[in-house]
């Protein structure tokens, strides 16, 4: 038996020996497996999307085997369901890059491939390599953010080939650059999938790359990368399926001159989905401009348009979801508005969108109530704010905005007549009212951005510039209620499909037959058939509708009855199962979807009635006057005739295939791994219906079996005879086939693995590159020789050149030595001269300052001497006025005692005197002395109190000297010193109080 090393080095040598020896080993394996070898169990669960799960064997014990699936589950096989397990291939087991280097080739073998690098967060795969009939890339939408998108990882993928590389977004975006410079042709990326699958990412990716590897960093480049801000928020909103959903397609048409720098660019936008506005699934959201606005604008902005929070308005809460977890409403304000700035939107302009962004808002917050007219069921507008504030903001009469919304008016026969409209339908007039300014609105931005963005240059020749489109349209969608939206959409992925199955199934294998190729034809998936059904044959679904929708009596129902009775026996045609349903399907290349029709026809006139438009005439608001301007201009009867929805998306689609046509392609095949939108999860049946409908195991098998690379003869032999010596040019050749033979021979050898065709070579990948490797070789070789005799050449003249100087340095180096000996020469003579002429000096100095010293010593004797004897006389005055001043302070108190004293004793000898006329003498002279010693001591305790107040008065003074003193002796800043002596101004806070006051004489 062969182990497993045996395996690989077989696979390497030959797949096909590998393959036969699998299939004989299938059988006889199972009684030899080992724990640690990988196989795979088929579970037989009989799922439609289920596959082969890989598994690893744990244990092999009585004859039962033991395996451990990629799920972690445990299966215990007997050996009665041995045929449930086969080994599996050395390639399917770590993985691989590229998956048509997958050894099995199946549907299970790519989904554990793409299961083994999603765990790892390797979320890209290449699926065929390079091949110049469109390279195709797998993603895996990660739903996490990775670092794998830096300017560092933008410079590792510029100017690599695909295959050089891991797989990456960055090398497609690469390749496609590459090309378009290589081949002078217009490219066009084409990425597809389903809703939150991550397209919308991978289109600003491939944005980002080529801005930056364009080498201008102009104006223009980063106005290009600014208009995704404004798209998203205006076209992009959560859904149960994906946080930031694209609600209509885009193509960005980049356009570079021919130096490979970004010139200009052009947005075209398809169907966006109108009715969202108005409402939105359980835990959905409107637009995110809504939201971003609310919480952006300040409250002065908010208080203008009567705004409050988004749980205030039933347009923004429809879905009860006012909050998206990971996306930040107010910075994408932020981001909003400088976006906007970039792409040149004045002031006045953002404000005006604000404006019917509000109204929008309060037109939803309308009331109605129901009302009887002439036995006529009628309604009318509950009077509110919000109704004043959407008059308001359209610049129109509340009374005109009432009617418009609560009547309709008919003209018949030369007469006008108002009809009273019931709630339901003055709901959806309110509702077609709101849809028409908001898709009229998205119009106008998208044009605005391309006024900014796109520069039509012609009077440049087209083969001087070249372009680069990406499309990033909504994705397959099949919800519990589909519409008229569904419908569309659906169709626009039938053309994508179309496309995608045209250039790598049909044009490749139409061109091996035409050039005579031999190699084995590859049955696939083809979607012809339903896309001639609903859009290509006649009477197809759309032209019925188109038709019905015409009518001026078209209903739904007749519209449905039509398509029964034409597509009833089409097998890609669903029937109602009874005559009440009013639904119908279409098997599509994703799957069958089920259409509600009701409110089809509504959907694909998309006409607005007269009131409104005459509204919108009598508004004095330019900016709403100018988005509806086609609508104003157009009168009633030219309306009805104008073009419906669906006319309208399919012309466009026809004209983007047409565009998409001419360019060269790669497409990103964008996988959603999981319906809850976590990271690591891997739905398997999920995954696998995504791969089977999107034909990716036929894209594979045909680009295994086929020759990605092909060349015209005059191109190989133009590109490749740099590799054999004396090959001429293409136009100077007679039998082109045969040079292009024996070039090939030369560096590929003979051998069956590339073929040559009638007029193209064509070739494998490993071939392509082999040959890039030899002819940057042999072209390096070429330009080393070159460079060799360039530099000899510049060499001779550098040295002659050197020589001539050398000689010249030399001369002045001479020179400037003997000027350098001579000035040193020179300055130490004057130094000796100056020492000389100092010491004299310094002798004549000391003499003068000796005799100085001695006079300055007599006058300061001198001065010192008349000082003391000042300062002693002065001494001498303050003791004498000192001792003057205490003298006649002690006089006076003690003549003010003596008077004191005196006075009492007057009074007491008239008390005395006064008594004894009442008592007794001695009576009388004892209370009067009684009395004036009562006097004396209180005199004492006045005389007391006195001294003690003058003993305080000393202390507080000596105090405040002291102060005074020690304030003198701190140090004091200028601003301190200018308070002091200048206190009586008043501070400076006062200054400038008074400076500020008016004169009297104006007050």
Request: hydrophobic share 35%.
């Amino acid at each position: 038996m062969y182990k497993r090393r045996e395996y690989v080095e077989l696979y390497e040598k030959d797949l096909a020996k590998w393959a036969l020896l699998r299939n004989v080993n299938t059988v006889v394996k199972h009684s030899t497996l080992l724990p640690g070898d990988y196989v795979w169990l088929d579970l037989k669960s009989g799922g439609e999307f289920e596959v082969s799960v890989g598994a690893v064997v744990k244990l092999c014990d009585s004859g039962q085997i033991q395996v451990l699936d990629d799920e972690g589950n445990e299966h215990w096989i007997s050996p009665q369901n041995a045929t449930n397990i086969k080994p599996m291939h050395p390639t399917s087991i770590h993985g691989v890059e590229d998956m048509i280097r997958l050894g099995d080739l199946n549907e299970a073998g790519i989904l554990r491939n793409l299961l083994i690098r999603y765990t790892e967060k390797l979320i890209y795969t290449n699926c065929g390599g390079r091949t110049y009939t469109g390279s195709i890339l797998v993603a895996v939408n990660p739903y996490q953010l990775l670092p794998i998108y830096t300017a560092d990882q933008i410079r590792l993928y510029t100017n690599k080939k695909i295959g050089e590389m891991p797989p990456h977004i960055f090398a497609i975006a690469d390749n496609c650059y590459f090309n378009m410079q290589r081949n002078n042709r217009d490219q066009c990326c084409i990425i597809s999938g389903e809703s939150g699958a991550g397209k919308t990412e991978s289109t600003k990716l491939i944005l980002q790359f080529l801005a930056a590897i364009s080498g201008q960093h102009s104006w223009i480049e980063q106005q290009v990368l600014e208009a995704n801000p404004i798209l998203e928020a205006f076209g992009n909103a959560k859904t149960i399926r994906n946080d930031n959903s694209s609600r209509f397609g885009k193509y960005i048409d980049i356009h570079f001159n021919k130096r490979g720098a970004i010139e200009g660019a052009k947005i075209e936008q398809y169907l966006l989905e109108k009715s969202r506005v108005c409402r939105q699934a359980h835990d959905e959201r409107n637009y995110h401009v809504f939201y971003c606005m609310l919480k952006g604008m300040t409250p002065e902005e908010k208080k203008r348009l009567g705004l409050s929070r988004a749980s205030d308005y039933t347009y923004l809460t429809m879905g009860t979801c006012t909050v998206c977890d990971g996306r930040d409403d107010l910075k994408e304000y932020s981001n909003i508005r400088s976006a906007m700035k970039v792409l040149m939107f004045t002031d006045k302009e953002n404000w005006e969108i604000y404006k019917l962004l509000a109204t929008i808002l309060h037109m939803g917050n309308l009331r109605y109530e129901a009302r009887t007219y002439d036995n006529l069921d009628a309604c009318e507008v509950v009077r509110s704010p919000h109704l004043t504030t959407t008059a308001t903001l359209l610049e129109v009469d509340g009374k005109d905005l009432m009617n418009c919304l609560t009547s309709r008016t008919l003209i018949t026969r030369g007469e006008t007549v108002s009809t009273p409209l019931s709630m339901e339908q003055a709901l959806d007039v309110r509702d077609a009212f709101v849809k028409g300014i908001y898709g009229r609105l998205f119009v106008w931005i998208v044009e605005k951005i391309n006024a900014a963005i796109y520069k039509p240059t012609s009077s440049q020749p087209k083969a001087l510039r070249r372009s680069i489109g990406l499309l990033d349209i909504f994705g397959f969608e099949n919800f519990t209620v589909n519409s008229f939206e569904q419908l569309c959409i659906n169709f626009a992925n039938e053309n994508l499909q179309q496309f995608f199955v045209r250039h790598v199934f049909k044009l490749e294998q139409e061109e091996y037959n035409l050039e005579n190729i031999n190699w084995q034809h590859i049955e696939f998936t083809d979607n012809q058939d339903a896309l001639d059904m609903i859009a290509i044959k006649p009477m197809n679904i759309i032209s019925l509708i188109d038709e019905e929708s015409r009518f001026p009596r078209g209903t739904d129902t007749t519209m449905l009855n039509k398509l029964n009775f034409q597509h009833k026996l089409n097998t890609y045609y669903i029937p109602p199962k009874n005559n009440h349903e009013t639904q119908f399907g279409i098997q599509h290349f994703a799957g069958v979807v089920y259409y509600e029709t009701r409110g089809f026809l509504e959907k694909n006139r998309d006409t607005l009635y007269g009131d409104i438009i005459q509204l919108v005439h009598s508004s004095k608001n330019k900016f709403i006057k100018q988005i509806f301007q086609a609508d104003v201009a157009m009168g009633a009867e030219t309306r009805k005739r104008s073009p419906t929805l669906s006319s309208q998306f399919k012309r466009s689609l026809e004209l983007l295939m047409r565009t998409l046509s001419v360019c060269q392609p790669f497409f990103v095949r964008c996988i959603k791994p999981n319906e809850h939108k976590k990271p690591m999860l891997f739905d398997r049946e999920l995954c696998v219906r995504q791969l089977r409908y999107s034909g990716m195991m036929e894209t594979i098998r045909i680009r295994r079996a086929g020759y990605p690379i092909r060349y015209t003869f005059v191109e190989f032999v133009d590109r490749y005879r740099v590799l054999m010596p004396g090959v001429k040019p293409a136009y100077k050749q007679e039998d082109l086939r045969g040079t292009c033979q024996r070039i090939a021979e030369a560096v590929l050898g003979r051998d069956d693995d590339w073929q040559m065709g009638k007029t193209k070579i064509f070739l494998k990948d490993h071939h392509d590159m082999l040959l890039e490797i030899e002819r940057d070789k042999a072209i390096t070789d070429k330009v080393i020789l070159i460079q060799k005799v360039v530099r000899g050449f510049k060499d001779r003249s550098n040295f002659l050149k050197m020589k001539k100087s050398a000689v010249l340095i030399q001369k002045t180096w001479r020179g400037y030595q003997c000027r350098k000996n001579y000035g040193a020469m020179r300055a130490g003579f004057s130094r000796l001269q100056a020492l000389v002429r100092s010491r004299k000096l310094c002798a004549s100095y000391h003499v003068a300052r000796q005799r100085i010293t001695g006079f300055q010593g007599r006058c300061r004797g001198f001065l010192v001497r008349r000082a003391f004897r000042h300062r002693l006389w002065a001494v001498i005055t303050i003791q004498a006025h000192t001792r003057g001043m205490i003298a006649r302070r002690l006089y006076r108190r003690l003549q003010g005692e003596y008077r004191r004293r005196l006075e009492a004793e007057k009074m007491r000898l008239a008390e005395e005197t006064k008594l004894r006329n009442q008592m007794s003498a001695k009576r009388a002279k004892a209370e009067a002395e009684r009395k004036h010693q009562e006097r004396l001591a209180q005199l004492a305790t006045e005389d007391a109190e006195r001294e003690k107040k003058e003993k305080q008065e000393a202390r507080r003074k000596k105090e405040m000297v002291e102060q005074m003193e020690k304030a003198r002796l701190e140090p004091v800043n200028d601003s301190d010193m200018v308070d002091k002596m200048f206190g009586f101004l008043g501070t400076t806070a006062s200054f400038r109080d008074r400076r500020d006051r008016p004169p009297l004489a104006s007050r």
